[in-house]
């Protein structure tokens, strides 16, 4: 994982500055004086590659087959007149499009060079060789569409006996290759390999293979290794890997208050300790009634040229995860980079009063503050989708979609896997354990002997006790239909704003968010369970809370609209929405086909109510609304069944949550 491009100017250690964040190399540079002369091998010259390029090529030629004398057999033959197009899902063709053009493309082996989506809680073995992995811990590949190194991980991750994998540029022929095909053209296929141990750079030895008189060949092979979890701090929630160094500078207020280098092994206790004391040094320091609390602190392994320098903390008074940056620092010439980064937010926020008194409002100079309005998240971030392809013990083709943060991996599960041992059956129950959010994991033994065991999660649920399940709804008529004039992609007359003070013509609650019909110009509409609405069109507004009953990722897609669908998240959900700062826009389009699903992603963490608003407008005639929600785990929170006036919500939605202090109440339909 690389830090940002930066300069870092050399600080006179005698001079008293405000510490900026990015990693201060004054620190650094006073525990490991030796870095000063510290130097990045050269690269690699272009007449090196070359020379790679045509050491690989003739060392190919040597290894190919010699074709059987005597002719072959009707059965044989027959296979090899197919020449069945092949599945290359990249499909980039260099120029010259041959096995040297392949090995020397500058566009393939920058991409590898500069792939900076680092993915969270993996480490890099090596960069940019011409081989893919020898080893005997292989558990298979999967061909991506673009070379996507998060997407890889996520593949990983969800695989348990994967340790590493290695992703890599592979020279494919378009065609399957035979007696009359023997040499066909070639384009490049993206291929990730997941392995059961550790990857490096001396097992990256499989520099291609020989499909009939086709060499297949192999650039831009990177590795990557997963890094043990490091162990849960006291006084801290556990880890969370991070793709990269936090950097809050660009928010308003920072809650950065400092950082420190020690010369020793990775260990966030270091940063756990410095957090802990300078809570308290602020707390005996502090002249009134605040201090400056540390609630979260994120410790990154800081390297050079591959090898570990020593445990980097910095210091926050709350959690900014949200503000990562993938970035590469470079002090006096020399690059440096993470073998990894982990955040720790602490279990509870300090107040940061020195106070006595138990009152329930206190005066805090930290951001993680007791206000009913959450703020969380700061941002939501989009999600790429890519596609992956591998095959599995059903019987019929399958897809699950892998949600890991900004990315997420839809699977395409094909039957020819066969198991030669019984599967775990895994079965996840939700579980209401009021406020104390945690997460129980049983297993149950097998009912029959040599069955397989259960492994049963119970989820925390929100607490419904005070009238709160479900989704606040309001229904209205939109001014903005058919009646006004001819539709416009676009649909930019279209206000939300509208209907913060508009009357609703119907409002209530309901447990799923949808509406499908066909030509509905001025007929009756059918609003959650209440028939014969008399709307020339329609417009819906839905609020409710996220339950965050896990830590990570929750996602919200739009698939598709008619004609106009939009969300906020956060506190901006509660007050002050407009069209203009909405997380996700999704609009009706007159090619159907062509619109594209809209995703957005926030990261929670167990315990946390995000508030949501959901508004619909339909201009007049068809009518279309859905929504999906999926958690960290791919399990669907909240869902519109497919063209029905249908859907489902979990537990986990609700109209607001019962402790106050976790979040206010939406306010109230105008009247």
């Known amino acids: 994982m690389l830090l940002w491009d930066t300069i870092v100017p050399l600080l ?51 290894i190919k087959p010699t074709a059987t004398p005597g002719a072959k057999s009707p059965k044989v033959l027959a296979a090899d007149l197919a020449c069945v197009k092949e599945d290359v899902q990249y499909g980039y063709v260099p120029s010259p499009n041959n096995p040297n053009g392949f090995l020397v493309d500058t566009a393939l082996s920058g991409i590898a060079k500069v792939a900076k989506s680092y993915p969270a809680n993996y480490v890099t073995s090596f960069t940019n060789e011409y081989g893919s992995l020898f080893n005997n811990a292989y558990l298979g590949y999967y061909q991506l569409p673009t070379y996507n ?26 065609i399957k290759p035979g007696a009359d095909c023997r040499n066909p053209a070639a384009a490049t296929s993206v291929r990730c390999a997941l392995w059961g141990n550790a990857v490096n750079a001396t097992q990256a030895k499989n ?4 499909r009939t008189d086709f060499m297949v060949v192999i650039q831009g092979s990177n590795g990557y290794n997963k890094n043990p979890t490091p162990a849960t701090v006291s006084g801290f929630k556990a880890p969370v890997a991070l793709s990269g160094a936090v950097d809050a500078s660009a928010l308003t207020t920072t809650p950065f208050l400092r950082a420190e280098f020690y010369n020793q092994a ?107 309005i959450p703020t969380t998240p700061a941002s939501a971030a989009d999600v790429v989708f890519v596609s992956a392809t591998t095959a599995w013990t059903g019987s ?51 009912t ?52 913060r003070t508009a009357k609703p013509i119907l409002n209530g609650t309901t447990t799923y968010i949808a509406a499908s019909g066909v030509n509905v110009w001025g007929a009756d509409w059918n609003v959650y369970g209440t028939p014969n609405v008399k709307q020339d069109s329609l417009a819906l507004d839905h609020v409710f809370y996220i339950y965050a009953n896990q830590d990570g990722y929750y996602s919200f897609n739009l698939p598709r609209v008619d004609d106009i669908e939009l969300i ?33 992603t926030v990261r ?60 206010a109440k939406f306010p109230a339909w105008a009247v």
């Open 266 to 372: 990775f260990n966030p206790q270091l940063c756990a300790d410095l957090c802990t004391s300078t809570t308290a040094a602020n707390k005996k320091a502090a002249t009134g009634t605040t201090y400056t609390s540390c609630n979260y602190f994120n410790v990154l392994d800081l390297s050079l040229n591959g090898a570990s320098q020593g445990t980097y903390c910095q210091l926050y008074s709350a959690d900014v995860s949200k503000n990562v940056g993938l970035y590469s620092a470079t002090y006096a010439g020399v690059s440096y980079d993470l073998l990894r980064s982990y955040g720790y937010a602490v279990v509870s926020v300090d107040s940061a009063s020195t106070s006595s008194t138990t009152s329930t409002t206190t005066t805090t100079t930290s951001l993680a503050t007791s206000s009913p």
């Open 604 to 663: 929670l963490y167990i315990g946390d109510y995000l508030p949501v608003r959901v508004q619909w407008g339909d201009y007049g005639g068809d009518a279309y609304l859905t929504l999906a929600v999926y958690g960290p785990d791919g399990g669907k929170i909240l869902y519109s069944e497919e063209g029905a006036n249908t859907g489902y919500s979990s537990k986990n939605v609700v109209q607001f949550p019962c402790d106050p202090s976790k979040g």
């Open 149 to 174: 190194t998060s997407a890889c991980a996520a593949i990983c991750d969800g695989v348990s006996a994967c340790a590493g994998f290695n992703i890599y540029f592979e020279r494919n022929p378009i």
């Open 568 to 600: 906020w998240l956060g506190p901006k959900a509660l007050t002050g929405w407009t069209r203009s700062n909405a997380d996700l826009e999704q609009l009706y389009k007159y090619d159907w086909a062509s619109v594209q699903p809209k995703t957005k």
């Open 207 to 210: 520099i291609g293979q020989w």
């Open 396 to 446: 019929t083709t399958s897809t699950k979609t892998i949600f890991a943060g900004p990315t997420a991996t839809i699977l395409v599960m094909t039957p020819g896997l066969r198991s030669t041992t019984a599967a775990t059956s895994t079965t996840t129950v939700s579980v209401d354990l009021g406020t104390d959010p945690t997460i129980v994991t049983t297993t149950i033994a097998p």
């Open 448 to 499: 029959v002997a040599g069955g397989p065991a259960t492994v049963r999660v119970a989820y925390p649920t929100a607490v419904q006790t005070c009238g709160n399940s479900g989704i606040a709804f309001a229904a209205y008529n939109n001014p903005y239909n058919f009646k006004v004039g001819a539709y416009v992609e676009g649909y930019s007359n279209y206000n939300p704003e509208t209907f």
């Open 12 to 62: 006179a250690f005698s001079t008293v500055v405000a510490e900026a964040q990015g990693i201060n190399f004054g620190k650094v540079l006073q525990k490991k004086p030796a870095l000063s002369k510290a130097k990045n091998p050269k690269p690699t010259a272009t007449v090196g590659v070359k020379q790679n390029a045509a050491s690989i090529v003739k060392q190919m030629k040597k």
